[in-house]
């Protein structure tokens, strides 16, 4: 995982959290992790009698490092796309996440409720690198399509510094970014007038390498063991981890 992607995962100096979780070293580090992917992986390893392991990668190279052997998953709020299939295989959600936008409270698009009200605006528009955001983009007629970023952080970065108008993200993502960027705010779409195909986004799976289904196999039916496909169960778990997150993050 990114580590850096809360509140689905992210770092911290301390060994626990506010309310007593336990984060996870990370791997050759003095930090820990923590999030809700955290909390999923630690659950399952138990499920499995496996130890947890963590390794901090960038997002851009974390398939990538994944398939050279560094490690054995991807458990990072990684959506389940037809293009990913094509490279892993992935267990069922173990989260459902909505998407949205994310603007400058005194900004110029801070009244907007609709897709189409962004057309021909001529709006900057950014997301995170290598996600399944990115094809979004191409949605809003006559956006600037600048610069996206490694990280959802130097998005809503850029945002509030004015080089970008419209950050494109989940709504976890941006609601715990909100808790540290005031002068932002979340808008979220009328389902008659948002982004086609970004249903995609909204499966959060566990990926492995493609021919690795005998691992992949074996999370499935610890996810299944736990009766983890509970929505409101995986609802309550992201209040709790947005709840946790260091101010830093």
């Given amino acids: 995982m990114e580590c850096a992607y809360a509140p689905f995962n992210w770092t911290q100096d301390s060994p626990t959290t506010p309310d007593g979780s336990t984060a996870v070293p990370i791997h050759d580090s003095t930090f820990y992790a923590y999030g809700y992917d955290v909390a999923v992986a630690q659950m399952l390893a138990d499920q499995m009698g496996m130890d947890l392991e963590i390794f901090k990668v960038e997002w851009s190279s974390i398939g990538i490092s994944m398939d050279a052997g560094d490690y054995d998953c991807i458990i990072a709020g990684m959506g389940r796309t037809a293009e990913r299939e094509m490279s892993y295989s992935f267990t069922t959600p173990y989260y459902y996440r909505d998407n949205c936008i994310v603007v400058k409270k005194d900004g110029p698009y801070a009244s907007v409720t609709g897709l189409s009200q962004l057309a021909g605006t001529g709006c900057k528009v950014t997301t995170q690198l290598g996600t399944g955001w990115i094809p979004l983009l191409d949605q809003i007629e006559g956006a600037e399509t600048g610069m996206n970023y490694e990280t959802t952080s130097e998005c809503f970065m850029a945002v509030s510094n004015g080089v970008a108008d419209v950050c494109i993200v989940d709504l976890p993502t941006a609601e715990s970014a909100l808790l540290t960027n005031k002068d932002l705010m979340i808008i979220t779409f009328d389902e008659s007038d948002s982004f086609v195909g970004d249903d995609e986004m909204v499966n959060v799976c566990i990926a492995t390498r493609k021919d690795d289904t005998a691992l992949r196999d074996r999370i499935q039916a610890a996810m299944d063991a736990l009766n983890w496909n509970d929505k409101a169960a ?13 101010a830093a993050n």
């Fill in 234 to 246: 995986m609802d309550e778990l992201m209040a709790r981890a947005i709840g946790q997150q260091p």
